[in-house]
């Protein structure tokens, strides 16, 4: 358990369907991060929201919507997604975005999504 | 452009002794950090390297060379749950952390 928690933790939707996925960390950080993890591809940086502001929005197509409605909890709205969507979604969360060694990033399980 | 590269995978013999290497290619650098993911898990903080030098914890160490763009983890006395993969990610001048594709460590008895 590292504090941070994901659901769904599986997903299939199809190409028309409206989903979320949800994040919540009860580490009392104040810098959140949702990350795509394709097979044997680096992880990528989707969003970074610090202390509910957007901070970084790594050119993500706007099907991919976040929410940060406080410091605990992050959403991703998903909408008419494509085959290639299909990964692991990733939700982190740190003390803040600064470079330290207090900062490193507590992953949570993520959420393993299927387009059809 | 910005560029982690480390090997795709290595295998390894339980009790010995492997080094996984990493180097980078960044916009600026405010450390170094690896991580250990095991399959179908999250990924785990293990160590952060910001000046030159070896950083000792337990049976893992990580060393890093700024000049070089180079750093390596050094697992010792190799556990079965030793296998994972390995991700080293580099925090750029925007303090966005740049993640290398992972390498995956087979352990064998």
């Known amino acids: 358990e590292t504090g941070v928690t994901q659901t769904p933790r599986h997903l299939v939707m199809g190409m028309t369907n409206k989903k979320s996925l949800k994040c919540e960390q009860h580490?009392?950080?104040?810098?959140m991060y949702w990350y795509k993890q394709s097979a044997k591809k680096p992880l990528e940086l989707m969003f970074v929201?610090?202390?509910?502001?957007?901070?970084e929005n790594n050119s993500v197509p706007s099907r991919f919507s976040p929410e940060c409605p406080n410091s605990s909890h992050l959403f991703l709205h998903l909408h008419t997604l494509q085959p290639e969507d299909s990964a692991l979604y990733l939700c982190?969360?740190?003390?803040?975005?600064?470079?330290?060694?207090?900062?490193?990033?507590?992953f949570g399980p993520g959420t393993r999504l299927t387009v059809l | 452009g910005q560029n982690i590269d480390q090997p795709t995978e290595m295998t390894a013999t339980e009790g010995a002794i492997v080094q996984i290497n990493c180097t980078y290619q960044?916009?600026?650098?405010?450390?170094l950090f690896w991580y250990q993911q095991h399959a179908g898990e999250a990924p785990t903080f293990l160590s952060y390297?910001?000046l030159d030098g070896l950083e000792e914890k337990g049976r893992f160490s990580s060393f890093l060379s700024r000049s070089k763009g180079y750093s390596y983890l050094l697992l010792k006395e190799l556990q079965m749950k030793d296998s994972a993969s390995y991700l080293c990610?580099?925090?750029?001048?925007?303090?966005?952390?740049?993640w290398g594709a992972g390498t995956k460590l087979i352990i064998k008895p």
């Open positions: 982190a969360s740190s003390q803040d975005e600064g470079g330290a060694s207090y900062n490193e990033q507590f």
């Open positions: 580490l009392g950080h104040n810098a």
């Open positions: 929201y610090n202390f509910k502001e957007q901070t």
């Open positions: 960044t916009s600026g650098f405010n450390g």
């Open positions: 390297n910001v």
């Open positions: 990610a580099v925090m750029d001048s925007n303090y966005q952390l740049i």
